[in-house]
């Protein structure tokens, strides 16, 4: 009996031992990157001139997914931003666009926007902002349901979408940039009445005036062999210099280019978001408990130069050599304050870009620019002839067409009649590839591949229009300067996905991935549900079985 009752002691030692071991593993803190208008060939092009512990790190430790892709339209930053965090399409989670018409209330609105909230750290409607038009939960909420809200979660991001969507609905709080001329980092009411007194501080400190000065090369700028010319006709610039080249007096600059404003159209941005970032990681304590906690952070000045200077400028591959050391310092700061193995990463982005039309167009390549106004006169233009009324378009935008559904009632119109006509119609104009109708997307059956199914996804049947029309590749709606994205090609859809720490084995696939997919994995990682609209798959290949809180 005495060797029963040491053996049952002994078991209960093991166990209890066990049991205070695993419970540790949960990753105390998940920071969720995406880098606004990362093509995954930039990790490519510029692998050789990536140092040891950014870029490389994450991908030579941690698991990198090489063909993963988004599956819907519009490729944009509020559906990109939603769909990682949700788990799912624009379908399902009513993002489906940056802005659209709501048809409902006959005006366009924002992704963002909201009226029924107050700014807070200005007095600037910039702060009038909340996720109430996302319809689903994030991961991040979940995380929020599952630890009784003790877990927090902190939303960082130049732009507000950025950081108000991967937040979530419960997030502790979401702070974005508000530039102009004040330089703030601001909030709303949505997630609380006052600045707390660590973001006063960070405000009223010069960390934000400091980096109004110039942006040269951070190498020799005859070494950047993988991007084009300095001196092109393809880019923007900013106002007040002639060319569009290095070096940019930001200082000298910045009165003709909105104040402050100036600092998130320059690399200098990503700077100034992970300093703030880290600031919250010191400030919130994150990671800091046995609750995991989440800090969504955004890097938006990537976006920003791409549309100014285009993905093949020399200001692109400058940007992301200076973010692959913003990178390696926010390693270095979470193995300090977090702890080492305490923390899991995944890093992605919102969407692609395609190289500028008129570049293209210049080595032969076919490509251009399509007159949306245009395009919307030869509409109306041709429901006058056919129906006598042209007032039946009445909004073209997003690639979209919405019906005046009370006119069409008053002369007896039929909404498929109309579809299949005006179908039929722009399918026969230049620069038109594909055409799709409301009819189609609801009651012609699931697309199974291409460009279909990416226009399925991304149709939500209550927000979206009656016609959706694809472009040729490499035709966008935009100045024959800079760059831009929107399309279901792969330029547009192939987005990186490196997960790295704790609960992550070591390795790479090719094998195509998307980008709904994120969610369920961090989800299964860390044992709670899926998001409430998720349609993606746990991604387990790459999860530690040991360390996870997959419950498969």
Known sequence: MKRLAFLVL?????FQAFAQETEGEKPRLVVGIVVDQMRYDYLTRFWERFGEDGFKKLINEGYNFKNNHFNYVPTYTGPGHASVYTGTSPMNHGIIGNGWYDKFV??????AGDETVEPVGTKDNAGKMSPHRMKTTTVSDENRLHTQMRGKTIGVSIKDRGSILPAGHTANAAYWFHGGDEGKWITSSFYMDELP???KDFNASDKVEAYLKPWNTLYDIDTYKESGSDKNNFEGGFRGKKDATFPYDLAELSDENGG??????????????LEFALAAVEAEELGQDEDTDFLTLSFSSTDKIGHNFGV???EIQDTYLRLDKNIAQLLKELDAKVGEGNYTIFLTADHGGVDVPAYLQSVNIPAGYFESDEFEEELKEFADREFGEEELIENVSNSQI????????????????LQTKLAHYILQLDQIDKVYTRDQLINGGSFVVGTGRAIQNGFNQKRSGDIMYVLDPATIVYSRTGSTHGSDLNYDTHAPLIFYGNGVKQGSTTERTEIIDIAPTVSALLGIAFPNGNTGKPLYMMLDDKKSGSLE
């Open 10 to 14: 002994i078991g209960l030692f093991s």
């Open 106 to 111: 006959k005006e366009s609105v924002y992704c």
């Open 197 to 199: 007194k660590w973001v």
């Open 260 to 273: 402050f404003d100036i600092i998130e159209n320059s690399a200098y941005g990503n700077d100034i978001t």
């Open 312 to 314: 093949n400028s020399k």
């Open 402 to 417: 919405f019906f005046n559904y009370e006119l069409m009632e008053e002369l007896e119109i039929s909404s498929s009649v």
